[in-house]
């Protein structure tokens, strides 16, 4: 059920309250008990400028005590487990902000997404969504940007400014890798909009290594009387998903997707040596340190109903997933075509934004079990063999391979020819593109170069960023290697289309990755970067740009 907005009140609520005064005088019945209810009701309106921070609303959190026993005890007490139901199920909202920045003068909004991936550069993050002065000053002193660049930059900090919408991934709540900052709540008071927060996981990673010793050589722990190097009044250990809007929440509530990958029992068993070896290469070679992370929790996405002015029926619908990384392909198709089933009878306007995760492959930690599974027990593995050793062609093998990754670069909707030129990722979006919803409405994958960025056809060319060959990645390794490997494009947008009431549908346009924000300060904020993109509500008014 999604959770309706009882707590905090918008900004527009005084409105209702002066509303209901006038209606009073003008009844002629005012008597002393009328003015002293109405006094009484402004003077206690609960509004972010009065108090000095958003009023939110949402679950209990776990004292510190309690995330130890989560930590340590398997299964966890039922009263414990029935309060982590309870945090995992139900949103944290804050509609303070009411709709007091929402950009009502042009018939359409900007939606942005950015998975921010547990970044302690929360404050750079900020400074670019709020302060693009300050950001291009901030980026100017970093040695590794280059200058010719800062006008490029400026522009893509314009673009991200516009956004009425943010979506983020991976964004913490008093987590000591944010130095405990309730992220989403600092982020939503300074950009002066409205969020609300689904819970993914409990991280319990610093708590559990050190009650059972496992201390990592790099960085050692404290044990259990120094509370792990934790602050317990402070440590929440939440992430998750934030939804930040310029328009009135509405509702929110939140869809857990299907288990692709047990992030507590999975990542408490002993590493093998194939594992170690895995993470030891991409260390040394993609600069990507790959940790242990013992949580409780599982993917998700966050559903929010927005008011939005103009919108047909007057609101929007925006689908926040987040889908799996430690699995295969197949795992994560069937995380969105459950999460497509679930959200099939969402009436009117509807965006799906966040990181699907489309690798390629399966970032689950390796043992010999998962290769005999992947490889030696895989027939597809053995048929493209025996026909390439059949076949007269010398080198027959490696030209398919090279043809393939090639064909796959930057491009996850690429098509798949099974066994020989095959795309893991392909059937997530043919389950994408042909999924219905029940007023008939479909997921808009057209590309009309008129409203594409870079003015390329093709498939999702309006929602996202085309270039050359494939679209424009949204994630990347430290080191790349000039951008032949360790680059992907995980971070997508879908725009419902009302297809037989044309008037009434969404219209995706120019959709953009603005690599240059996430990468102009040293450290890089996040591995991904974010993404922009403009939707109108109808056709009319819709230019090409240059």
Not at 37 to 50: N, R, V
Not at 81 to 106: C, H, R, Y
Not at 409 to 436: C, G, K
Not at 516 to 536: C, D, F, K, Q, W
Request: net charge neutral; proline share 6%.
């Amino acid at each position: 059920m999604p959770q309706l907005l009882t707590g905090p009140r918008p900004h527009w609520w005084p409105a209702c309250i002066a509303e209901l005064g006038l209606i009073v005088l003008n009844s002629r019945v005012l008597h002393s008990s009328c003015l002293a209810l109405l006094s009484s009701l402004w003077l206690h309106m609960p509004l972010c400028g009065q108090t000095g921070r958003a009023v939110v609303s949402g679950p209990p959190t776990l004292t510190f005590q309690e995330l130890i026993t989560a930590a340590d005890l398997d299964p966890v007490p039922a009263a414990l487990q029935g309060k982590m139901d309870t945090l995992f199920n139900t949103p944290f909202i804050s509609n303070s902000a009411g709709s007091s920045g929402a950009t009502v003068n042009e018939p359409g909004f900007h939606i942005a997404e950015w998975n921010i991936y547990r970044t302690p550069q929360d404050t750079d993050a900020e400074l670019a969504l709020m302060n693009a002065p300050g950001f291009a000053e901030k980026a100017g002193n970093n040695p590794e940007f280059r200058a010719k660049k800062l006008t490029a930059l400026k522009e893509q900090l314009s673009v991200l400014r516009q956004a009425d919408i943010v979506v983020l991934n991976e964004i913490d709540d008093g987590v000591d890798r944010e130095h405990y900052h309730d992220v989403p709540r600092n982020l939503a008071e300074a950009l002066h909009m409205n969020y609300a927060f689904a819970v993914e996981f409990l991280e319990l990673n610093r708590i559990y290594m050190g009650l059972k010793n496992m201390d990592e050589p790099d960085k050692v722990h404290a044990g259990r009387a120094n509370n792990f190097g934790l602050d317990p009044d402070r440590y929440l250990g939440l992430e998750g998903t934030a939804l930040l809007s310029r328009f009135p929440i509405r509702s929110a509530r939140i869809i857990h997707l299907p288990d692709a990958y047990d992030w507590y029992h999975d990542e408490i068993r002993a590493l093998s040596d194939l594992e170690k070896a895995r993470r030891w290469t991409a260390e040394r070679i993609f600069n990507e340190r790959i940790r242990r992370q013992v949580r409780r929790g599982g993917r998700l996405a966050l559903i929010v109903e927005l008011s939005v002015p103009g919108a047909p029926g007057g609101s929007v619908t925006i689908v926040c997933p987040h889908l799996e990384d430690y699995c295969s392909s197949r795992g994560r198709r069937r995380q969105i075509d459950f999460l497509l089933t679930q959200i099939r009878d969402l009436e009117g306007a509807v965006v799906i934004a966040g990181d699907l995760n489309t690798l390629g492959h399966n970032g689950r930690p390796l043992t010999i079990n998962s290769i005999f599974r992947r490889w030696l027990l895989n027939g597809r593995f053995w048929l493209r063999q025996v026909t390439y050793f059949l076949l007269p062609v010398p080198g027959v093998g490696e030209i398919f391979q090279a043809a393939n990754y090639f064909k796959n670069l930057h491009d996850p909707t690429a098509f798949s020819l099974p066994v020989f030129m095959s795309n893991p990722e392909r059937h997530l979006f043919t389950d994408t593109r042909s999924f219905r919803f029940e007023d008939g409405g479909q997921l808009d994958f057209s590309g009309d170069p008129a409203r594409s960025y870079r003015h390329h056809g093709r498939t999702l060319a309006d929602s996202s960023e085309r270039q050359w060959k494939g679209f424009t990645p949204t994630f990347s390794f430290e080191k790349t290697y000039g951008g032949l490997v360790g680059r992907f494009k995980l971070d997508w947008m879908f725009v419902k289309r009302a297809s037989d009431r044309p008037a009434e549908s969404l219209i995706p346009s120019f959709g953009r990755t603005l690599n240059l924000v996430n990468g102009a300060v040293a450290p890089r904020i996040s591995p991904h970067s974010p993404t922009e993109l403009e939707i109108r509500f109808d056709s009319a008014g819709v230019v090409s740009r240059n």
